[in-house]
């Protein structure tokens, strides 16, 4: 179970923890715990002032208040749990402040950016697992960077399974086996460490691509099959739809693998793609649940191998994006046009989110996120080969995507090109993916919301639960 920084609030909020361990009192469990809400926003804000001694002040007396605050009301006045998490805290400042002085006089190494915005985990973990402890369970802090190895891509580090799996074989299954139930396993979240030892972090949902790893390697190494992840959030689950822009969106009770990480990869910030891929293999169960609801038997999201194909799981979007038109005339069946594009592209670290190409190799579009818009746009004007045989043109525009094993059906396909048209809304590309298992589309950007209402009311029958509007 993953308990992210909106779990970890207040006293409320840890007597909820309470609640759901008692709920799960007859499963083994691991818990896994993002940074208290807004640290790691703190730390990495430190880090990026390190010439002002003020900043750096204020900001760790306001990370060590924000603790104990939190400290003071879940724990008894004089208890060992209360002094032993501040004086945990006191110790991590003062850790904090020496790598602090380190980056001022080595400068902000990406070695370092990882290590300090990982103090959020390293603290808020201890402190879940001394509360815990004050409440009668058997619990243990254990730091992730002891367990998963990765790569050495700071900031966004990949899990090196085989070293991970080997340390999870022999520093937590001898103690899963060796405990009852009651006895909780508290991890830090987000960080890791590369094989010389220096932390890494695991990027965006790294507290939640934490508790995949681990239920992956558990799966690999260990004798027990019947493994699930539970992340706790704020929300019932993934959404059909943001409600921004159709209030009564329906809740995603059940989608598989491929149709969670489609989704995920078009703007919804609830789950990331990557903790998927860590499950699927295995086809480890994972399940979305609302932390302020952990009784609800019905309404939650679950993602495994099962799945209903008379269902279309979710219209999802990217609302700021940028197409790229490539062409040229005088380069009809010129063979590698895309392959220098995608080299241009890779060599600036550019990810492509969809490609329109056609067959002549005539003319090619790709759509870009708009922050990478003005450099996909500057390296593909300056390269010396595209600078001379091709035009290059470039507009604003969002992409809806369509995702679900329904839309594989041509009268489906047309459902929606129909219900476009009645506003006489312009599709400028489309991509489908080879399984067949979504659709985008491409459209300027003020008809975004117009579309998006349309396509919902005419396959509102289609989705898992919803109220389908009188279009008549």
């Not at 208890?79 to 904090?96: A, F, H, I, P, T």
């Not at 329109?356 to 390296?379: F, G, M, P, R, W």
Request: net charge negative; aromatic share 10%.
């Amino acid at each position: 179970m993953k308990f992210g920084g909106s779990c970890l609030v207040d006293e409320k909020a840890f007597s909820k923890i309470l609640d759901i361990t008692n709920l799960y009192k007859n499963d083994q469990k691991i818990y896994v715990a993002s940074a208290f809400n807004g640290i790691t926003d703190l730390l990495l804000n430190t880090a990026s002032n390190l010439k002002d001694s003020k900043k750096i002040i204020d900001n760790l007396a306001l990370i060590e208040k924000k603790h104990f605050d939190v400290i003071e009301q879940i724990f008894d006045e004089n208890s060992s749990q209360l002094e032993r998490s501040k004086n945990w805290v006191e110790k991590q400042l003062s850790e904090l402040e020496d790598a602090f002085e380190d980056m001022k006089e080595f400068g902000p190494e990406p070695y370092y950016i990882d290590y300090v915005s990982g103090f959020g985990e390293i603290i808020s973990t201890y402190i879940l697992s001394e509360y815990l402890r004050s409440n009668g369970f058997d619990s243990v802090y254990i730091p992730a960077n002891k367990l998963i190895i990765t790569n050495d891509n700071y900031n966004n580090a990949y899990p090196l399974y085989k070293l991970t799996n080997a340390r999870m074989k022999n520093k937590i299954l001898p103690l899963l086996e060796g405990f009852d139930k009651n006895f909780i396993f508290c991890i830090t979240g987000f960080i890791g460490r590369n094989k010389m030892g220096y932390t890494t972090t695991l990027g965006r949902g790294g507290s939640d691509y934490t508790a995949t790893i681990i239920a992956h390697s558990l799966y690999e190494v260990g004798t027990v099959k019947d493994i699930k992840v539970i992340l706790w959030k704020d929300v019932d689950g993934l959404l059909a739809i943001n409600p921004k822009y159709v209030a009564d969106a329906s809740l995603i009770r059940s989608l598989d693998y491929r149709e969670a990480k489609e989704i995920a990869n078009f703007g919804v910030k609830v789950l990331h793609p990557k903790c998927l891929e860590a499950l699927e293999q295995n086809q480890i169960p994972l399940e979305i649940r609302n932390f302020d609801n952990p009784v609800e038997n019905i309404n939650f999201t679950r993602i495994s191998d099962k799945t209903d194909k008379e269902q279309i799981k979710g219209i999802s979007t990217i609302e700021e994006a940028t197409i790229i038109n490539v062409s040229s005339g005088s380069m009809v069946d010129v063979p590698g046009v895309l392959g220098k594009i995608f080299k241009v592209m890779g060599k600036n670290k550019i990810s492509v989110s969809l490609v329109s190409q056609s067959a002549s190799e005539v003319s090619t579009s790709l759509v870009v996120n708009q922050e990478d818009a003005d450099k996909a746009i500057n390296a593909l004007t300056n390269s010396k080969y595209f600078k001379e045989f091709f035009e290059i043109e470039y507009e604003k525009v969002a992409i809806i995507n369509i995702t679900g094993l329904k839309i594989l059906e041509n009268k489906t396909k047309s459902q929606i090109f129909s219900a476009l048209d009645k506003k006489n809304i312009h599709v400028k590309a489309l991509s489908q993916s080879y399984e067949e298992l979504n659709l985008s589309l491409v459209i300027d950007k003020e008809n975004l919301i117009e579309a998006i209402n349309l396509i919902h009311n005419e396959l509102c029958e289609d989705f898992e639960s919803i109220k389908c509007k009188d279009n008549n």
